[in-house]
């Protein structure tokens, strides 16, 4: 797969979407897919995923996003499109509030 392939992508997940398995939910499916990045709960509520793969992969997972586990109300996905970095070597959970890469 060529560096072109690749991409970026971080979001930001609104609705009822802590204390839900929100966040294991979304390291089983990116682990799945390949993905390498992070996911963690925010201050506001919310919960923040940035991902790094094949663009085709890294929209299934911004499906999920979308959808989120059974227990979730996912009101709003703000998504952003960024150049691939390489930056992680696998995808996991981020502590609360966590800034930066």
């Given amino acids: 797969m060529t560096r072109g392939e690749m ?21 089983s499916h990116a682990e799945r897919l390949g993905l390498t990045g992070w996911v963690s709960n925010e201050q506001d509520g919310s919960v923040r ?34 150049p691939y970095t390489g930056h992680w070597g696998s995808f996991g959970i981020r502590s609360f509030g966590h800034r930066g890469d």
Avoid: H, K, M
């Avoid at 991409?7 to 390291?27: D, H, K, N, P, W």
């Avoid at 996003?65 to 979730?72: I, Q, T, V």
């Fill in 49 to 82: 995923c940035v991902a790094e793969g094949p663009r085709p992969d890294l929209e299934r997972l911004l499906d999920t996003l979308r959808d989120g586990p059974a227990s979730a109300v996912v009101e709003r996905v703000v998504e952003d499109w960024l």
């Fill in 7 to 27: 991409a970026r992508l971080e979001a930001s997940v609104r609705g009822r979407v802590q204390g839900v398995g929100f966040r294991y939910f979304i390291v």
